[in-house]
């Protein structure tokens, strides 16, 4: 049962995480630091192709993803691609700012990524109650 409460905590943090960045990038302020722009602006001066687009792209990814893992739904699968947003932000966009006020942040939702990884779900999710089994 304690098992089954802590993954539930883990995922309602991740996957509120990812949901909550992923609505502001898609309908809250877009031009915000954090928002869409900000994110397009952040993609732009890595030189990578298409900004605008794989800005978008990771908005929906980060809240499609972030409700799935939110509510335990095909979690092992859901959690994949906000893995890779984290592993990215760490290493392409926030590391040569340092730990503080740089990596710190993406690198605890990584191992909160990871950790989910690791458990799977718990007994407390979609994927429990539809007796769905999805492994690595």
Known sequence: MKFDI??????????????AQGYRKLLGDFDAPFGRGGLTAMITAKGLPNPAL??????????????????GTLTLVAVVP?????????????????????????????GGCVAILLLGPGGYSVDALLDINIGF
């Open 82 to 110: 906000p893995t890779a947003i984290m592993a990215l932000a760490v290493t392409q966009f926030k590391w040569k700012a340092g730990f503080y006020g740089g990596w710190d942040w993406p690198f605890s939702v990584l």
């Open 6 to 19: 802590a993954t539930l905590v883990l995922r309602l943090v991740v996957g509120g995480i990812f949901s």
């Open 54 to 71: 794989l800005a978008l792209l990771t908005a929906i990814t980060e809240l499609a993803c972030g409700v799935l893992v939110l509510t």
